[in-house]
């Protein structure tokens, strides 16, 4: 029988997947892109979710139906019950639907990693990639940055800042935090403005910036609505994928299979494959190929938000005015702290308020995470069923350290909302929006019961395909991204980070797909 016999299969056209497909594709390799969710052109794309704002789009179940995972549920902390889960599903995965944040990680969070033992991604070896991947508008020629990549990398001038914006950079300043333009410049702490990808006020994706210019190649495959149920391993070796299309399985077959399907579904994928915890792997039915710490060590930013009524002049004009265009940066006090490990932003539109009557003209927020974390979860099947989602714990705040310093931030958060910078763009004072917070806030249990119980996740998932040195336990990926046990096959996304970065995950997704497309050719 004639079967096809591809070079790569990529399982996953999100922001790593794109990026690495694309990439093997102009290296002459047969290259076939397997994406569960819709393959469309870049023409086709939903206006909606070009908007600067994308909460219009999350708040729009006719637009979340298509581009966002139905059914994905997790529990943020462990006294939440399971809430959706918003993830990427399509061409441009959670590029398409994200806050279109455009932060690198700092180079220390790539130190770290060297020291853990993935060799080749230190600062020097991941630097070149993060330069390579953007098109800086205005730090372009910066020796750290690049000019002419493929993803668009813009800030909004401070004149078309929303109120909020305008007040958390007032307040910062005046609390004695520092300007830092450029939040990708080495060193950089204090206020800065968002850099988004985004181009013209419109969102860039991975689908627009690498798919779009490598579908005439001619070595590139791309297919939509192929659920990948497993990878084919025989003799120890990944010889292709078993894919569910149309309600059919079918059989692709390569040299070389990588998953790049995310930190929740790569994970799912290798369990199904019989590449996860032996134990678990068994009490599923599925028989053991490698026994493996897969979809442990799971680990996301936890947020909280503070809310602030605005006054009519501060409100928000347009249903597509950005969410949120500043940050701050800095670095706790805390000793289980290093640097930068807490961010605030400011929220010029907060959803979570607005069924409030007293609200006329609308609410909006400060937020912060802490963004350096120890906490860890992990993310489990409850069935070899492919169509049926796995379950994900984030067990946020689990770690003391973390509960310890979200506590801290959350006070210093709560004397920006008060100060008299936010005071001047309110409707009435922000402590009539904020009772539950303020009645435990100078209790240290009663507000690490309230922060467990609120907490929410930054949607900025990693590490439960952890990389590292074969030899520790927690390794599931050698620093090649290499699983180990089963030779041909590789994953390539967030899931292999060792830890959560500083940053929003999307560059860094990027960035791998990048690194990993060179060490392939």
């Known amino acids: 029988m004639n079967r096809t016999r591809w070079d790569v299969i990529v399982v996953g056209a999100g ?151 305008h007040a958390l950079h007032e307040a910062a300043r005046a609390a004695g935090y520092g300007w830092a333009p450029d939040v990708n410049a080495p060193g950089a702490s204090g206020v800065s403005p968002y850099p988004i990808n985004s181009r013209f006020g419109r969102r860039v994706t991975t689908n627009d910036a690498y798919l779009e210019p490598a579908r005439d190649l001619g070595t590139l495959t791309v297919r939509g609505d192929a659920l990948v149920d497993k990878v084919i391993i025989s003799g120890g070796r990944a010889v292709g994928v078993r894919v569910l299309a149309d309600g059919e399985l079918t059989s692709e077959y390569a040299d070389l299979v990588v998953l790049s399907a995310g930190t929740v579904h790569s994970p799912a994928v290798l369990l199904r494959s019989g590449v996860g915890p032996a134990d678990r792997l068994r009490s599923l039915g599925v028989d053991v190929v490698a026994d493996l710490p897969v979809g442990q060590g799971l680990q996301d930013h936890p947020v909280v938000f503070i809310g602030i009524p605005l006054d009519e002049a501060s409100a928000v004009k347009s249903p ?13 006090d805390d000793p289980a702290g290093q640097e930068n490990d807490i961010l605030v932003m400011a929220g010029n539109q907060n959803v979570l308020a607005m069924e409030i009557a007293e609200l006329h003209f609308g609410a909006g927020a400060f937020g912060l995470w802490v963004n350096q974390v120890y906490s860890r979860g992990s993310v489990g099947l409850v069935s070899a069923d492919p169509t049926v989602q796995p379950e994900v714990h984030e067990r946020m705040l689990s770690d003391e350290r973390d509960l310890r310093r979200m506590r801290t931030a959350t006070r210093q958060l709560m004397d920006l909302v008060r100060s008299k910078e936010v005071e001047s763009i309110t409707a009435f004072s922000p402590d009539r929006l904020n009772t539950a917070l303020l009645a435990v806030l100078d209790d240290d249990a009663a507000l690490d019961d309230y922060l467990l119980a609120t907490a929410f996740d930054a949607q900025h998932a990693t590490s439960t395909c952890r990389m590292g040195d074969p030899d520790e336990d927690s390794t599931v990926v050698d620093p090649a991204c290499r699983v180990l046990g089963v030779d041909g096959l590789r994953v390539v996304d967030a899931s292999i980070f060792p830890t959560v970065p500083r940053a929003n995950t999307n560059l860094a997704a990027i960035m791998a797909g990048e690194l990993i497309a060179d060490l392939l050719d």
Not at 135 to 145: K, L, N, R, T
Not at 320 to 332: E, L, P, Q
Request: with cysteine; net charge neutral.
């Open 320 to 332: 597509d005015a950005r969410h949120t265009n500043v940050c701050i940066r800095y670095t706790s």
């Open 15 to 165: 922001s790593s997947g794109a990026a690495l497909a694309a990439r093997l594709a102009a290296q002459d390799k047969r290259v076939l892109l397997l994406e569960a969710g819709p393959d469309y052109r870049s023409r086709d794309m939903p206006e909606v979710w070009r908007s600067p704002n994308p909460m219009r789009a999350l708040m729009d179940p006719a637009a979340t139906e298509r581009l966002v995972w139905q059914g994905l549920q997790a529990t943020r902390t462990d006294r939440q019950a399971p809430a959706p889960f918003w993830r990427g599903r399509g061409v441009g995965g959670s590029s398409a639907v994200n806050g279109q944040i455009a932060i690198r990680p700092p180079m220390a969070d790539f130190a770290d990693w060297a020291r853990m033992g993935c060799s080749g991604w230190s600062p020097r070896d991941v630097l070149p990639y993060f330069a390579r991947l953007e098109d800086d508008e205005e730090f372009g020629d910066e020796s750290y940055h690049g000019r002419g990549g493929p993803i668009p990398i813009y800030r909004t001038p401070q004149a078309a800042w929303g109120a909020v914006d």
